[in-house]
């Protein structure tokens, strides 16, 4: 039996996609397991594709061009063995500086430091904010289940850096508007007993989805 299940229904007059946890031991590399499966979907709508109808992979699009992506604690720690740095390197070339100031772990944007000629350079450890991301409409409490558990590692990754000294906790002034709402949802995670879970963690199969649910 599938561990994840993902299907479509309607919801406020749109298609939009939901997950359905089928085994309570299933963990956060199964449902990644099943989500990357909507990423190459042709038969999806999604807002952005060719036609609304292809494979993500090849997107001209490309949102990796403006995202405001920090990498969910697992990631981050992959990506710097994967480029054969320590947290203070990976951090000094290839973070924002003026996030990094703020205690916030930006990846340098525009397009992100990552892309090359459209093609992501890291996509084996890529965060859980590029993982999820799919220009499809989703199911709201589908939406909310990803979106907690994408923001519970990023604050873990805030947590880990702040006590390795990589990052201050206390931000400087001249914060954007998008600065500002990451702050604010890093502080009401970072007490949440899942962040534990990723402290903790190597890998995505060490997560389970019940705590999330």
């Known amino acids: 039996m599938d561990k994840i299940e993902i299907y479509n229904t309607m919801e406020n007059g749109k298609l939009a996609v939901g997950v359905k946890v089928k085994d309570k031991k299933a963990s956060l590399a199964d449902l990644l397991e099943s989500w990357q499966l909507l990423c190459e ?32 604690l697992i990631s981050f720690k992959k990506m710097a063995q994967y480029l054969n740095c320590s947290c203070k390197e990976f951090i000094s070339q290839y973070f924002h500086p003026d996030k990094t100031a703020f205690g916030l772990l930006r990846l340098k ?47 873990a990754t805030c947590l880990f850096a702040e006590e390795e000294g990589l990052i201050c906790k206390d931000p400087a002034v001249g914060m954007s508007s998008f600065d500002m709402m990451f702050k604010k949802l890093i502080a009401e995670y970072r007490d949440s007993s899942n962040v534990e879970l990723f402290m903790r963690a190597r890998e995505y199969s060490e997560i389970p989805l019940l705590p999330f649910l």
């Open 41 to 72: 979907d042709p038969d999806l709508f999604k807002v952005y594709a060719e036609g609304n109808y292809a494979p993500c992979r090849g997107c001209l699009h490309n949102c990796c061009d403006t995202a405001y992506v920090i990498p969910d």
């Open 109 to 155: 944007p525009n397009p992100c430091v990552f892309l090359k000629d459209n093609i992501c350079t890291i996509y084996p450890v890529r965060s859980l904010i590029c993982r999820f991301y799919v220009c499809a409409y989703l199911l709201g409490d589908t939406e909310q289940l990803i979106y907690s558990i994408a923001i519970t590692g990023i604050a």
